[in-house]
T-cell receptor, first 114, second 112 residues
């Protein structure tokens, strides 16, 4: 079973600070997705990373995929209160008994104080 | 209208009762998933289905069963509910490859 570990589990920061959330897998994965969930809603996709070493930017959010395809990070620059939410990484199984499965990490609860 | 609709949104039931959570989608996707979310534990996969004739167990399938009645409908049943099944349940759909998963708004289930 491919496991995903996210850290930190909780993050409480002031507006304007930078932060990084990490996602690590027990083995190589073919693709990884980052989702954001707000209270009372289902998760919504932020980005999909596929290629080792890939970097994607979405406004103040920067996503990196490790060269070895076993880890990923989400960096937020100058956090704003609107960034508050639960951030989840997820991987999609590529083959064998994991084919097609979409497995999530335990999430990082981010709170940005004004 | 939402692309992925879950019913009911909230439900309180008693221990030992049978309960069904329903999910329907208008995305035309083949793949459907049921997840459970507990505080601090992210989303855990209960069952998933790639088409009407394909049902697969996820990480935590014990105590749950599913039915894929049509491409657009995927229901989750608790045959005999127990208090530790109190949680937020999400249905999701996707097409193949590395595509986005679309989630319903969740069903908050309380077993007393």
């Amino acid at each position: 079973t491919q496991l995903l570990e996210q850290s930190p589990q909780f993050l409480s920061i002031q507006e304007g600070e930078n932060l990084t959330v990490y996602c690590n897998s027990s083995s190589v994965f073919s693709s990884l997705q980052w989702y954001r969930q707000e209270p009372g809603e289902g998760p919504v996709l932020l980005v999909t990373v596929v290629t080792g070493g890939e970097v994607k930017k979405l406004k103040r959010l920067t996503f990196q995929f490790g060269d070895a395809r076993k880890d990923s990070s989400l960096h937020i620059t100058a956090a704003q209160p609107g960034d508050t939410g639960l951030y989840l990484c997820a991987l999609r199984g590529a083959g064998g008994t994991s084919y097609g499965k979409l497995t999530f990490g335990q999430g990082t609860i981010l709170t940005v104080h004004p | 209208d939402a692309d992925v609709t879950q019913t009911p949104r909230n439900r309180i039931t008693k221990t030992g009762k049978r309960i069904m959570l329903e999910c329907s989608q208008t995305k035309g996707h083949d793949r459907m998933y049921w997840y459970r979310q507990d505080p601090g534990l992210g989303l855990r996969l209960i069952y998933y289905s790639f088409d009407v004739k394909d049902i697969n167990k996820g990480e935590i399938s014990d105590g749950y069963s599913v039915s894929r009645q049509a491409q657009a409908k995927f229901s989750l049943s608790l045959e005999s509910a127990i208090p530790n099944q109190t949680a937020l349940y999400f249905c999701a759909t996707s097409s193949g490859g590395y595509t986005e998963a679309f989630f319903g708004q969740g069903t908050r289930l309380t077993v007393v």
